[in-house]
Nanobody, 122 residues
């Protein structure tokens, strides 16, 4: 089992930045690929970014490419999502997820955190 806890969400003005953290406990987190997903109000959960277990491969949704950066520190069992140039449409609950293989689909991940709210005001 892997337990994931997200942190770092909050309220920010458009154009601002936030860094989300996803800290894991339980089984060896460094062997898992990790993804960030978000769920805007009234909408379905969508892919944001993903990173391989080694950190050598990263993937981004087109809507965040160039603004968001995913990274990981396996020594700290933590994956980060740096979000720059935030827009009101980035408002959502952000979830991290871990799985054996990097995937862009939510159903491919085995473990999920509880989510952290990000609100971007215009």
């Amino acid at each position: 089992q892997v337990q994931l806890v997200e942190s770092g969400g909050g309220l920010v003005q458009a154009g601002g930045s936030l860094r989300l953290s996803c800290t894991a406990s339980g089984r060896t987190f460094s062997s898992y690929a990790t993804g960030w997903f978000r769920q805007p109000p009234g909408e379905e959960r969508e892919f944001v970014a993903a990173i391989s277990w080694s950190g050598g491969n990263t993937y981004y949704a087109e809507s965040v490419k160039g603004r968001f950066t995913i990274s990981r520190d396996n020594a700290k069992n933590t994956v980060y999502l740096r979000m720059n140039s935030l827009k009101p449409e980035d408002t959502a609950v952000y979830y991290c997820a871990a799985g054996e293989i990097v995937q862009l689909r939510a159903k491919g991940y085995d473990y999920w955190g509880q989510g952290t709210q990000v609100t971007v005001s215009s």
